[in-house]
């Protein structure tokens, strides 16, 4: 979780840590928000990168892997849907963020999906 070091040991002492200008924080102490807003981020940047969408030419794109970016994104869908409640004003753009990597994922796509099969639609629903 970039600019922050995670740790869960209570015996830790951030003052021995390599790099003073990390932020140590306790697991504990971070609001479960922020946690799976994180984590929702990382999935979204994950499958983005496994779309392609990082490089000029998604379809010619080394990195791109639809069947990672599918698993990704059916998790993302997953993680948002069943967390949606505890979200507030973070469930707005995670979800307009997940739409996007589904549509970016069927127009990628060789042979959509028919709608509602689409990668984490099973969650969300068909997305257009």
Same mark, same amino acid.
């Given at each position: 979780?970039?600019?922050? @070091? #995670?740790?869960?040991?209570? $015996?830790?002492?951030?003052? $021995? ?7 140590? /924080? ?23 990168? /496994? ?6 030419? !998604?379809? $010619?794109? !080394?990195?791109?892997?639809?069947? +990672?970016?599918? /698993?990704? #994104? $059916?998790?993302?869908? =997953?993680? #948002? ?11 707005? !753009?995670? /979800? +307009?963020?997940? @739409?996007?990597? @589904?549509?970016?994922?069927?127009? =990628?796509?060789?042979? !959509? ?16």
């Amino acid at each position: 979780m970039e600019g922050y @070091q #995670i740790v869960n040991d209570p $015996t830790a002492d951030p003052a $021995t840590s390599d790099d003073d200008s990390v932020n140590v /924080r306790d697991l504990s102490e971070i609001p479960s928000v922020e946690v799976i807003s994180r984590a929702a981020v990382m999935l979204m940047s994950a499958a983005a990168e /496994r779309l392609g969408l990082a490089d000029p030419d !998604p379809d $010619t794109s !080394p990195r791109r892997d639809l069947d +990672e970016a599918r /698993r990704l #994104i $059916t998790a993302l869908a =997953g993680l #948002i849907t069943a967390s949606v409640e505890y979200l507030g004003p973070h469930a707005g !753009p995670l /979800r +307009e963020g997940l @739409q996007s990597l @589904q549509r970016a994922f069927r127009e =990628g796509s060789a042979f !959509p999906d028919e709608p509602g099969a689409g990668p984490g639609e099973k969650y969300t629903g068909p997305v257009h």
